[in-house]
């Protein structure tokens, strides 16, 4: 079973510009959840999606955005960017959500750096 | 607001000998604890869950406990090989129901 997948790996932009994300979860998985890592900060929560609805959702501005497909693929947009958006991205997949008890499975994640 | 700490930002362990890396939270009580393993450039992978119900959890070397009344989580890695050396993460679930994940510790086995 392939696992999780991500795109692009890394990624260069500049302050003010926007970026858009995309996840392919695990064949079956219905949850996507996505993730900000960074030194500081360590890995924060951004919002979770199932069946094409947001289902949970963290401390994020507004910028941060994201959206599901019917086939589970997932995408995030971080709009005006600022310098401190730079972090790894992550998606996890998993069966029927973040906090059911239930194994996630990461992608790699997208370097994002933020010139 | 909920918190959730790891002892130390990097240990240091020689071959052979158990790793312990210790997850405190506070002003919360999570209905399960995760452990997550992290190599550098890589996503996290999943290790271990325990339910608040459960005192102890192993899968091979590994082992997990779970003290609600300290409100912390031990993870012991037995034997520990240099293959062991990664980033640990602990994770509960938090208020409305989002993941909450610690910083994590770098552990470092020394052949």
């Known amino acids: 079973k392939a696992g999780v997948t991500q795109t692009p790996r890394y990624l260069i932009k500049t302050r003010g510009q926007q970026v858009t994300l995309s996840c392919s979860p695990i064949?079956?998985?219905?949850?996507v959840s996505w993730y900000q890592q960074t030194p500081g900060q360590g890995l924060q929560f951004l919002f979770e999606?199932?069946?094409?609805?947001?289902?949970n959702k963290g401390n994020f501005p507004g910028r941060f955005s994201g959206r599901q497909f019917s086939n589970s693929r997932s995408e995030m947009n971080v709009s005006t960017l600022e310098l401190g958006d730079s972090a790894l991205y992550l998606c996890a997949s998993s069966t029927s959500g973040a906090y059911n008890y239930n194994e996630q499975f990461f992608g790699p994640g997208t370097r994002l750096t933020v010139l | 607001s909920q918190k959730i700490e790891q002892n130390s930002e990097a240990l240091n362990i020689q071959e052979g000998k158990t790793a312990t890396l210790t997850c405190n939270y506070t002003n919360y009580s999570p209905a399960y604890l995760q452990w997550y393993r992290q190599d550098p450039g890589r996503g996290p992978v999943f290790l271990l869950l325990i339910r608040e119900n459960e005192k102890e959890k192993r899968k091979e070397r590994l082992k997990v406990t779970f003290d609600t009344t300290l409100k912390q989580s031990l993870f012991h890695i037995t034997a520990s090989q240099p293959a062991d050396s990664a980033t640990y993460l602990c994770a509960l679930d938090g208020r409305d129901d989002k993941i909450i994940f610690g910083k994590g510790t770098r552990l470092h086995i020394l052949p």
């Open positions: 999606y199932f069946s094409e609805t947001q289902r």
């Open positions: 064949s079956g998985h219905r949850s």
